[in-house]
T-cell receptor
Framework: DAGVTQSPTHLIKTRGQQVTLRCSPK?????VSWYQQALGQGPQFIFQ???????QRGNFPDRFSGHQFPNYSSELNVNALLLGDSALYLC????????????????FGSGTQLSVL | KNEVEQSPQNLTAQEGEFITINCSYS?????LHWLQQHPGGGIVSLFM???GKKKHGRLIATINIQEKHSSLHITASHPRDSAVYIC???????????FGGGTRVLVKP
């Protein structure tokens, strides 16, 4: 059973470019959350998708957008990249609709390391 | 002030020592997670707590809801326990996790 998979693992972009990161949740999970982790910091919540809709959003500008597909996979898009967007982007999946409620068990992908030059 | 604070930020121990990592939070929560992050980014969920205590192998996690405090203990520490340990809380309102800054643990042989 594959866990959470993210692609690509590493990415280098220049300022002003746009980037799309992808996440496939663990089999059976219906909720995907995205996080940004700067070097030496804890992750920061970007947004969460459930039933193809954005359910909750952290303090990130509109340059950060996302999408969830019918198969529960998700994309994170960042437009007009800034140097400060360089970070590890993590995806986590969970079963929101399960009997244990939200976040009964969290599974994280290995992340996408984005470098903006 | 951050809503979730961890201490210490860094911890070095000798193999076999007992390790304690602390997490304090300032908001009402419905659950608290302890996570382990190895170099390269992979995060593993260790525990989810809403009350009391949980044990898995050499790891023990406790939470005191009234005091808004949780601890993660590692007994008989081993070099493979070297990682960053992160506390994350699920606020009582909403479904997003708020993370502490992490505790970097190094266990020397």
């Amino acid at each position: 059973d594959a866990g959470v998979t993210q692609s690509p693992t590493h990415l280098i972009k220049t300022r002003g470019q746009q980037v799309t990161l992808r996440c496939s949740p663990k089999s059976g999970h219906d909720t995907v959350s995205w996080y940004q982790q700067a070097l030496g910091q804890g992750p920061q919540f970007i947004f969460q998708y459930y039933e193809e809709e954005e359910r909750q959003r952290g303090n990130f500008p509109d340059r950060f957008s996302g999408h969830q597909f019918p198969n529960y996979s998700s994309e994170l898009n960042v437009n007009a990249l800034l140097l400060g967007d360089s970070a590890l982007y993590l995806c986590a999946s969970s079963l929101l609709g399960g009997p244990g409620g939200a976040y009964e068990k969290l599974f994280f992908g290995s992340g996408t390391q984005l470098s903006v030059l | 002030k951050n809503e979730v604070e961890q201490s210490p930020q860094n911890l070095t121990a000798q193999e076999g020592e007992f390790i304690t990592i602390n997490c304090s939070y300032s908001v009402g929560i419905s659950a608290l997670h302890w996570l382990q992050q190895h170099p390269g980014g992979g995060i593993v969920s260790l525990f989810m707590l809403s009350s009391g205590k949980k044990k898995h192998g050499r790891l023990i996690a406790t939470i005191n809801i009234q005091e808004k405090h949780s601890s993660l203990h590692i007994t008989a520490s081993h070099p493979r326990d070297s990682a960053v340990y992160i506390c994350a809380v699920l606020k009582a309102a909403g479904n997003k996790l708020t993370f502490g800054g992490g505790t970097r643990v190094l266990v020397k042989p």
